[in-house]
């Protein structure tokens, strides 16, 4: 499949493809005429992409996680994959202190609410 349809099937722009392959993510075949052509394995490397991205990794992290874990897994040494799951863990640790900041703001602004609602 072409950049497009690519595009059409994960969401990501056109632009952001090609972002994800200067970063070494996406390997994409050349035509002849030096169109990009893509394969379905590709499909569920942009989605996990984008969700590692959603998660709050970088591009960067990301990348090296799909490295280990998808595109070789079998080069990848006990080091590697030690320093991307200690990735993994400080990123869910981060996360759990924003929803937890978050439930905080909720509950005090469910406070204030009660406040305003029985001063009158």
Known sequence: MRIKDLSERTGASPRMLRHYENAGVLTPRRDPNGYRQYGEADVKTVHDIRCLLACGLSLTEAAALIHIACTAPQSATDADR???????????RQL???????????????????EIATAS
Not at 82 to 92: F, G, Y
Not at 107 to 114: C, D, F, H, T, Y
């Open 96 to 114: 759990d202190a924003g929803i937890e900041r978050l439930r905080t703001e909720k509950a005090s602004l469910g406070k204030l609410r009660n």
């Open 82 to 92: 030690a320093e991307v799951l200690a990735q993994l863990d400080e990123r869910a």
